[in-house]
């Protein structure tokens, strides 16, 4: 048994060690509130494994891409489970984000209870956003290259509703304003978002695990976000 414990004890201070050669890492996001929020996050676990974040911006579908095929070391926050469908990432455990995803609409008595009332509408949504494609499957969905685009189909009466995050909106229509537009309250969807890295980086999955749950105990990951928050709404 003994030889057994000192294997174990063996890898678990090689990867320590790997995680402390490393000094920096290369992380795809999107060019959004919320993405700059999980970058805080992330810059202040990586921090304290003594690792200096570089941070690219991509669009959505091309990031997922770019770090499951390695060209960047990971992805700063997804949403759950995509190394389902994007084999070389693995995802950390502890939620780094949230998103809340929220109906905008020039509409004046609009007020959303189900999808089933969507049906006569037209939606514009953001081409590569996984969560907004499936949310929008059956309905009319009218697919954009970027959040702007969504926003000047609105503001322009091309479509009846987008769908945003909470955060990303309110950051935009308070620096571009939209006659009567309007988010509607209850959210379309609420979930975590996760810290991906690609499989070439397995060995910093448990140091970094323990640096974000530290941070989730004392509370940091929470106070950074309503930080960031606080500057868009």
Known sequence: MKP???????????????AQAQTQIVLAGMDDPLSHTSVKVMEEAYGQIGIEVIYVPYPPFRGLKVANQGIVDGEVSRVPNLQKQYTNLRMISVPVNLLEMVLFTRLP??????????????IGIQRGIKIEERFTQGLQ???????????????????DFIIESRLLGQARLREFPIENAR??????????????LHKR???????????????????RITEIRQQMFAKYQ
């Not at 008595?109 to 037209?122: A, G, H, I, N």
């Not at 980086?201 to 004392?218: C, K, V, W």
Request: charged share 20%; proline share 4%.
């Open 141 to 159: 969905s009218v697919p954009v290259s970027n959040a702007s685009q969504k926003f000047f189909m609105l503001e322009r009466g091309r479509v």
């Open 201 to 219: 980086n397995e060995h910093l999955i448990a140091p970094l695990t323990q640096a974000l749950q530290r941070m989730q105990a004392l509370g």
């Open 4 to 18: 057994l414990i000192w294997i174990l004890g063996c890898w678990g201070l090689l990867g320590l060690l790997s």
């Open 183 to 196: 988010i509607l309250d209850k959210a379309l969807i609420k979930t975590d978002l996760f810290h991906y």
């Open 109 to 122: 008595d609009f007020e959303f209870e189900s999808l089933d009332q969507l049906k006569p509408y037209t």
